[in-house]
C-alpha cells in the first residue's frame, strides 16, 4: 500500500501529515510512504514551504495560484490538519547560489482561531502554528489585511516553543526563515503605512525571545531573528484581492495572480541563497517532522497560554497579589490584637463592657474596609500600569474576589477576637473588684502575721505555708460567677451536633453507629488515633468488592481489607497532626473549630481511598470512620479546654494577685525596704505583661518570616515535595503523598516550619520572641530612666504620679498596661522617698526577669509550643497550599489557590492512573495512561470516582453504576481536564517513578504491568527533577 500511495504522492496526489479530526500523526505510515517517494526521487534535496494564517485568511488559494496545487477552497474550515503536495522544481536558470534544492514540499495547514475548535481554547492553534513552522525550512505567514494582532499572539507562543524544543532535543534543526504575505490590501503606499506597526510587532517578538530565553537559561538569543530569520524590508509582500467585483459575477484579479507569481520567485530566490543552509532528503523531513511533533506533545504547558509572554504576566501578578493579600492579613491582625487589648484596657467598668465592644467592632471593621481599599487601589494601579495590562485584564475580576473573601475570614477573626478579650476584661475586672472587697482584711491578716515572725529564720516552705494560711481564708470569700466559668458546652455535645450536621443523609448509618459506640464512649487509654483500626467495628460488610473479586480466591478479599486497615491508618496518622497543630493554638475549642475538623476528615477519607479498582466503601464505613475519630477527639478537646481556661479564666487571674501579694508578705515578713517591696511588685507586673505582649505578638511576627523561608505558592510547594520524596526514595512516602497529597502537604509544610521555627542552625522561634522581649525592656528601661531624669530635684515623688507617668510613656510606645496591674505596688506606699534607689533595683530586675523570659521561651520547642490567638503555621498551609480538590480521577491537587470560585479546577499536569490503584480489574493489568487522554474515550468508571455527585442527594450509587470518562463535565461540572491524544502525556517525573517502582507498585496494589515503555525507563533523577520545573513553571 505505501508503495502505491508513494507513486501517486510523487505524481503530484497529496499527502495528509497530521489528521484534522483527531490531531494525530502515523508516523510509521508516513515513514512508509515518503520512504517509497525518497526512493523514487532518488534522495534529492527538498525545501520545506509551509504556510500559517487565520482560517478563511486565503492560505491554500494562495498556494494554488503559486503552485498548482489544488488544495480544497471554500469558507469555513475547508482544510483540516496538516497537508503536503511534493513539487519538483528546477533552480538552474537562478545563479549565485549558495544552497540546493530539486524539489518543493508545500505544507498546507487548517485555519487557526477556527470557530469549531474554540473549546480547544487556546492550544490547538498553538500547537499547529509550532508544528507548522517547526516543518517548514520557510514559513509564510498570511494575514488577511492589515491586522496583525492575532497572529502575535500566536507567534509569541511559537518563539517560546522552539526554544524549549531545541533544549529538549539538541539535534533538531530549528533554523527557520519566515515572510509575511498581507492579502487584501489595495493601498498603493502599504508598505510606508504599515511599516511602523510591523516594526512594533518584531519590538514585541525580540522582548519575548529574550524573556523565553532567559526563562530556560539561554543568554545568547535576545532577538526573535536569532529564531526565525526575517527581514522587515525584503521579507513582506502586499496582495490585492483576488477577485473584482461581486459573486458570482466577480473576475479573477490578473494582478493577484501577477504579484504571487513574482513573490513566488523571491520566494526561491531567497531559499537559494540562505547562507549555511542545508537542505534534507524526504526522509530527514520525516524524522524531522515526528520530532518537532514529539517535542509539541511533551511541550503542552506552552500551549495553554496565549502566548509566552502570559506565563510570565501571570506569575508576577500571582505573586504581587499574594503579597497585598500577605501584607493585608498581617496589619489587619496586628491592629486586632493592639487595638482590641488597648480598648478594653481602658475600660474599668463591666458595664461599659458592650459599649466598648461595639466601639472596637465599628473602628477595626472600617480600618479593614480603609485597608482593603488601599490594597484594592494598589493592584488596580498594578493592572493599569503594568506593562502586561492588555493580558492581565482578564483575571482582575477573580483577584477582586480574593480580597473580598480575605476580608471576610478577618471580619470573623475580629468579632472573635473582640469577643476573647472582652471575657478575658470581664474576669480581670471581676477580679480587682473582688480583690477590692476583701483585700484590706487580707492585707491586715498578712501585715500582723508578718509582725509576729519579723526576724525568725524561716524557710522558703515555712514562708509558703504562712501565705497559705492566709490566702485560703480570702479565697473562701470569693465567689466566681458561673457565666465567667461554668458556662460552657461540652465538647461530647458538640461533636453530637457536628456528626448529625455533617450525615444528615446518613442518619440511620450515624444513629447505629453512635448506638455501637456507646454513645461516644471514649475508646480505651490511647495517646494517638493510630493503630486503633480494630475498634472502628468495620468489617467486609462496610466494603464493597468488585464482581470480579466475589468469585475469586481467598487471597485478594483478605489483601484487600489489609489495605483497608493500612489506608484508615494513614487517616488516622494524619488526624493526629491535625489534633497536635489545633492544641498548639492558646484558644478555646469550639463548634466551629469541631465542624472544619470532621469536614477535613471527610475530605481525607474521600481522597484516601479513591481509584483503587477492587472496591469501594459504603456510607457506614465513613460515618464509623468519623464516630471513631470523635470517641477519640471529644476527651483530648475537652481537657484542652479545661487547660485554657485554667490558664485565662478567674482563678488565673486571681493566681497573679496572689503572687503579688505574697511579694509583699514576704518583703514585710524580712524587714525589707519598701523600695525593695515596690520593685518587686512592679518588675512583676512588666514579667506578666512581657510574657502576654510576646506570646500575642509572636504569631504575625513568626508567619511573616516563614513566609520568606518556605514556597511562596503551591505550584513551588509541589515541586519542592516531589524533589524531597525523589531523594529521600521512600516509597511508602510516594504512596502518602499519591493517596493523600492536602494531609502530606500539610505534614510536609509543618516539618519545613517546625525546622525553621526550632533547628539549632535557625532558631527563629527563639530569635524572634528575643527580639520582642528585648525591644520592650528596652522601652520599660528607658521610661523609667526618663522619669528619673524629669523628678531629678524632687525630695519625694508620689507612687500615683509615678505610675501615671510611666503609663504614659509606654502608650507612646504603643504599650497600654492598665492601672488595676500597680494597685498593690500603690498600697504599699503613697510616696517613693529614694527614687534613685528605686530605679536602680528596677533596673537590675528587669535585666534578670528579661534573661528569665529569654530562656523560658528558647526552652519552647515544636512539641510544646503554644500559639496565641492563631498558629503561624495553619495560616501558611492554607496560604500556601490553597485549594483542598483533587482530580476525581488520578488524584493530582488542583494547582490554584484557595480563591477561584470564579474558575475550575484543574492541575497542570496528570499521572499515569496506575500511580493510585487503578487497573482493568478482570485481567489486573495497570492502567499507564492519564486522565487526559481518558476523558476522550468511553471508557467508564464506576461512581465512587465521581465522588457520587450522580446521586448526590443519598451519597451512594446512582441507576448506572458507571459513567464514561467522557461524561465527566456533565457531573464534576467544577473539573476542567485537558484532553490529549498521547497516551503518555504526563510528567517525566510520574514516568520515572512507575518505571522505577514498577515490582513495589505490583505488590502494594495487587495487579500488574503489561509493558512499561522504554523511553519510560531511559528517565534519569536529573530529568525527573527538571521535568518538575518545566511542569509547574507558572
Sequence with gaps: MSKI???????????????????????????????????????????????????????????????????????????????????????????????????????????????????????????????????????????????????????????????????????????????????????????????????????????????SAESIYIKNITTFNQVIEFDINSQVWYLKNLWQGNPPMARVNTAYSESVVDIKSRILKKALTIKDKSYKSLNDITEHAYNIWKGVLNEDFVFSFRNSIEIKAYNAMECFVQDQLFNLDILIRDEIIHKSRNGFANCDQEDNLSRVEKTLNSEL????????????????????????????????????????????????????????DLHERAVQIFTVTCCKEHEEELRKMSMEIAKENLGKPLSEDAIDNLFDSIWQSFVKNVHIPSYLETNRTKTIDMFYACLKNTNKSDFVALRNALEKSNHLTPLPIFTTLKGTFSYTGIDEKDVSLSAWLKTDDLFFRTNVMKNVETWADEVFGAVDKKIERIFQIGEEITEITINKFLHDISLSITNMFKGDTNFEIQMPFYVKLLVHVSRHAHVVFEKHNENYFTIYGAAARLNKYKIQQKISFEAHLRGRLLEDVVSKLFVNVIESFADEWTSQTLPNRVTDYLHDNLPSAKNRAIIEICTDLLEKGDFNNFIRYIRAPNDYASSWITEKANHFLFAPESRLYSKSSSFILQNLFHTVKECVQNIRKESKNQLGISIDHWVKCFQILMKESGFFITTENFRSMKKETETIENLEYLTDEVLKSLGRTEADLVSRFNKVDCGSVQWANSSPIERLIQKIWGCQEQCPFCGEPCTKNEDHADSDHNCMQHRPLCCIGIHIVESRIAQLASCELYVQTDISHRCVVFDYKCNNEKREKCGKERHPFRDYKTILKEWYIAPSANMHDTCRYWMWFVSTYKDRLSDYYQYNFDDIPSSWKDITKHSAIKSLSETYSV
Aim: charged share 25%; net charge neutral; aromatic share 6%.
Design 5 to 211: 500511495i508513494g507513486r501517486l504522492v510523487v505524481d503530484g496526489h497529496q499527502l495528509e501529515l497530521i489528521n484534522g479530526e483527531s490531531f494525530y500523526m502515523p508516523y510509521k505510515w508516513i515513514k512508509a510512504v515518503l520512504n517509497e517517494v525518497n526512493n523514487s526521487i532518488g534522495a534529492g534535496k527538498v525545501l520545506a514551504l509551509s504556510v500559517l494564517g487565520l482560517q478563511s485568511s486565503g492560505k491554500s488559494t494562495f498556494l494554488n495560484t503559486m503552485f498548482g496545487c489544488q488544495f480544497s477552497t471554500r469558507s469555513g474550515r475547508c482544510t483540516r490538519g496538516i497537508h503536503a503536495k511534493l513539487i519538483p522544481v528546477d533552480t538552474t536558470k537562478f545563479k549565485d547560489k549558495t544552497s540546493d534544492y530539486n524539489y518543493i514540499l508545500v505544507v498546507d495547514t487548517e485555519g487557526l482561531r477556527s470557530p469549531e475548535l474554540n473549546y480547544l481554547r487556546h492550544e490547538h492553534d498553538n500547537e499547529l502554528a509550532t508544528a507548522i513552522t517547526g516543518i517548514g525550512d520557510i514559513t509564510l505567514i498570511n494575514i488577511m489585511g492589515e491586522n496583525t494582532s492575532e497572529i502575535r499572539d500566536i507567534l509569541q507562543v511559537l518563539v517560546h516553543a522552539l526554544l524549549r524544543l531545541k533544549m529538549t532535543n539538541k539535534a533538531l534543526d530549528l533554523k527557520k526563515s519566515c515572510a509575511f504575505i498581507h492579502q487584501n490590501v489595495t493601498d498603493i503606499a502599504a508598505s510606508e503605512n504599515l511599516m511602523s506597526g510591523l516594526s512594533k510587532l518584531i519590538q514585541t517578538l525580540d522582548e519575548v525571545t529574550k524573556e
Design 365 to 420: 471593621n472600617e480600618l479593614l474596609l480603609a485597608e482593603k481599599e488601599k490594597s484594592e487601589e494598589v493592584v488596580k494601579e498594578y493592572f493599569k500600569n503594568d506593562k502586561y495590562k492588555d493580558i492581565i485584564i482578564q483575571w482582575q475580576k477573580s483577584q477582586a474576589l480574593r480580597f473580598d473573601k480575605l476580608c471576610g475570614t478577618l471580619e470573623q477573626s475580629i468579632e472573635n477576637r473582640i469577643k476573647k
